[in-house]
């Protein structure tokens, strides 16, 4: 292999990887799991959940507020697409558009819907990509119900991931 291959192979790898970090992100906080939400964070991360929130520093400190945030949830669905990530060595910057959906316990038959771009930062430690820095731009924010009663005819919600 040469070595402008070998370097856009090893680009690419740095791509996907720091895209994996952001998905386990997702996965993680969607089935409520503490252990996994620590291990993608950097343990000098700094967030800010949109511009009414302090920023956070720590993973425990942003584990505290998503779970303070979440503490009523029956579950989360989070979806997010890696528009773009650059990597220079062991740092990268990541832009990653979200939508997300929750129902929570307090507002049973309503679903909260945020529409945002998270502008990350990711360091690579130990051959491990993880969030060092985490900025939730929202865009939009909806309470949505269905009043139609599609839910039921498609047979939901038989949500597998669910905090209790």
């Not at 998503?66 to 910057?93: E, K, M, P």
Request: some cysteine; hydrophobic content about 40%; glycine content about 6%.
């Amino acid at each position: 292999m040469s070595t402008t291959t070998e370097s856009a192979v090893t680009a690419w790898v740095d791509r996907l990887e720091v895209a994996d970090a952001i998905y386990r992100y997702g996965a993680a906080i969607d089935s409520f799991d503490d252990e996994a939400i620590l291990a993608v964070f950097d343990d000098e991360i700094t967030a800010q959940y949109g511009k009414n929130t302090d920023v956070l520093h720590g993973p425990e400190t942003v584990l505290e507020f998503i779970n303070s945030f979440t503490q009523d949830c029956t579950w989360q669905h989070h979806f997010l697409n890696v528009y773009r990530a650059d990597v220079d060595g062991d740092h990268a910057t990541a832009l990653v558009y979200h939508t997300s959906h929750q129902h929570f316990d307090s507002a049973p038959g309503t679903v909260h819907q945020i529409v945002a771009r998270y502008h990350n930062e990711l360091r690579r430690t130990d051959g491990v990509w993880r969030i060092s820095k985490l900025y939730m731009e929202v865009l939009w924010a909806e309470r949505r119900q269905d009043p139609s009663g599609y839910l039921d005819a498609v047979g939901g919600s038989a949500a597998i991931w669910t905090r209790r």
